[in-house]
C-alpha cells in the first residue's frame, strides 16, 4: 500500500492518519496548542526546512484543521489557527502527551504541566465510555465491521 | 531538528511520538489492537515492504511496546504482542479512531464499531479530567513548564 492510498481504506484509523498521521504533522499540532500560529515560529521551534513546515500547513489547512488568516495587511502576513475540527484533534495530542509522561518524562517528573481550568487541578487525561462514563480499557474493547464496513 | 533528536526534547510529545510518531508504526499499532499479531498478517494487511514491518516491529520491541514470543518450536516463529506498556496506546489509537469516524466515514457511518463489554454498549471515547471526572476540551486547558522542564 502506498500511503496516498490510506484514505481508501474503510478504517476511520487510517483515514485519519492519511492527514495527521505524518511525524511533523503530529509536531506542528502539538505546536497549534501550545498557542503557535505564525510560518516562522513552527519553523524556529522545530528546525525543519521551510518546505516541510509549507507543505504540512498546506494539507492541514486544506483539509479544514487549520485556517489561514492574514494578520496583517501590508504587507500581507498570515497565521494558522485551529478550527473546530483541528481543536477535535485535542484528544489525540493529549493521549501522545499521556503516554510520554507516563513512559519518557526524567525523574524530576513531567516537562508539562496541564491544569483543567473547570477544576483548577493538574490533570492526566482519562478515556471514558461515552455510553456509561466508566473508564475503558483496550481490554474491554470488542470492535466489529459497522454498515459503512465495505470489505478490505 | 533531526527526527532523531526529538527524544532529546523537554517535552513528552516529541518524546512518545519518537516512538510511534511514524505513519506505519501507527498503522501496525491498529493492527494489533485488532488481534494482528504475525509478521506475514502485518505485511499482508499493510502491503507494504518486509523492511519496512521488520524496522518498525523492531523498534516497538525495543521501547518495550510489543514483545516478540515464540508461538511455534520447529522451525521457531515468533508472534508479537502488545506489552503492558504497549496496551496503554489504546488512548491514542481510539482518539485517532474517533477524529475519523467524525470527519472521514462515508455515509453508512463508521466502519468499525466498538463496544464497551463493560456496559454492552457501543461507544465513543470521552475525555475526562483525572481530577474532577468532567469531559476535558482543548480550550479548558492550559499548559505550563513543570520541574522536569530543562528548558529548550
Redesign the interface.
Given at each position: 500500500?502506498k500511503?496516498d492510498d490510506?484514505?481508501a481504506q474503510?478504517?476511520?484509523?487510517?483515514?485519519?492518519?492519511a492527514?495527521?498521521?505524518?511525524?511533523w504533522t503530529?509536531?506542528i499540532l502539538?505546536d497549534c496548542?501550545?498557542g503557535v500560529r505564525r510560518f516562522e515560529a513552527f519553523q524556529a521551534?522545530?528546525?525543519?526546512s521551510r518546505t516541510i513546515v509549507t507543505d504540512r500547513l498546506r494539507l492541514l489547512v486544506e483539509e479544514g484543521v487549520l485556517r489561514r488568516e492574514a494578520y496583517q495587511a501590508n504587507p500581507v502576513r498570515h497565521e494558522y489557527r485551529?478550527t473546530d475540527?483541528g481543536?477535535?484533534?485535542?484528544?489525540?495530542?493529549?493521549?501522545?502527551?499521556?503516554?510520554?509522561?507516563?513512559?519518557?518524562?526524567?525523574?524530576?517528573?513531567?516537562?508539562?504541566?496541564?491544569?483543567?481550568?473547570?477544576?483548577g487541578?493538574?490533570?492526566?487525561?482519562?478515556?471514558?465510555?461515552?455510553?456509561?462514563?466508566?473508564p475503558?480499557?483496550?481490554?474491554?474493547?470488542?470492535?466489529?465491521?459497522?454498515?459503512?464496513?465495505?470489505g478490505?
Open positions: 500500500m500511503w490510506l484514505n474503510p478504517c476511520s484509523i487510517a483515514r485519519a492518519l492527514v495527521i498521521g505524518d511525524r503530529l509536531m502539538r496548542f501550545l521551534r522545530l528546525g525543519i485551529l475540527k481543536l477535535e484533534l485535542h484528544p489525540v495530542i493529549l493521549a501522545i502527551a499521556r503516554f510520554g509522561d507516563e513512559h519518557y518524562a526524567d525523574e524530576a517528573g513531567p516537562p508539562v504541566l496541564r491544569r483543567h481550568k473547570g477544576c487541578c493538574d490533570f492526566q487525561p482519562v478515556q471514558v465510555c461515552s455510553a456509561c462514563g466508566e475503558v480499557s483496550a481490554r474491554q474493547v470488542e470492535a466489529r465491521a459497522g454498515v459503512g464496513f465495505a478490505v
